[in-house]
């Protein structure tokens, strides 16, 4: 059961649920039948504004980075609410096979790895892969599963997307991943790699917005990789025992003071790596920030 047929199965089962409901409540109850065929459209950017009210409270305390304004929440709100809507409704439901990776040989050019975060997949990085097949640079966009397993079992998935760009450029890889993807890049170099290790088999890491040191909006999960994710759990901790001594060394880490998902912001840094804060950013929106894709695809070269 693949992630992309699980976000099919809601995306549709919700809309058929809301309409039916309409349609029953439409002859006695208008006003109830009004708002069931709104709720699809207002669902989304309740739970949104519930998660960034979180987040905000919880970051009123950070002493990294300066608290966000509000109009800085509410920017990040509404473009996540965008965003969000396009990747979980339609990209990833329907579109997960669209662009397919490009491993064609390419001696000499530097390849990159795509690691999405909890229940995605590969589609959410539709745009990068638009612009890397625009580029005609070796690039291949991993999908996690089973979607709600242990983190350590994606280990696997990201050696075998190493190796392949590997094969096809002759060069380590830069790989980037997206929340709980990074993790599942420290899940590899673990399992891979190892405390004393090398990390000559890497180029360049990037994480955007991943919960290094837990996310406190894990402790309303019920999932083994969302128990994972809690803060001080026992899987980071172990995990962060077992990577090699200069992993950070290897890392640039982008966080933000609005990411609506892992929070406190400081827990998506790294000590050791290079600690980049994106102001007013959202968690999926990470993905979309211009500057977080071109430092990426400048790295390639």
Known sequence: MTNAWLQRVITLGSFIFWWALAAWAWGNHR????????????????????QCIWAALINRSEKMVR??????????????????????????PFR??????????????RGIVLVHGFFCNRALWTDWMRQL??????????????????????????????????QATGLPPVLVGHSMGGLAIRAWAAKHVGKSGDMQRIHRIFTLGTPHHGTAIAAASHTLNGHQMRQASKWLMENASLLPHDFAKYCTCYFSHCDNIVFPANTATLPGADNQHIAGYAHVQLVFSNDIQQACMASLN
Do not use: C
């Open 96 to 109: 997960h096979l669209a662009i397919a990776n490009n491993l064609k040989l390419t001696p000499n050019q």
């Open 31 to 50: 006003a109830w039948a009004v708002a069931s065929l709104l709720a699809p459209l207002l669902v989304t950017p309740l739970l949104l504004g519930i």
């Open 67 to 92: 608290p966000a304004s509000l109009g800085q929440w509410l920017g990040a709100w509404f473009s996540e609410w965008q965003v969000a809507t396009k990747v979980f409704t339609w990209w990833q």
């Open 133 to 166: 097949r625009q580029k005609q640079l070796t690039f291949m966009a991993v999908d996690l599963e089973p979607a709600f397993g242990s983190i350590s079992e994606y280990a696997d998935a990201v050696e075998a997307a190493i190796k392949q760009v590997e």
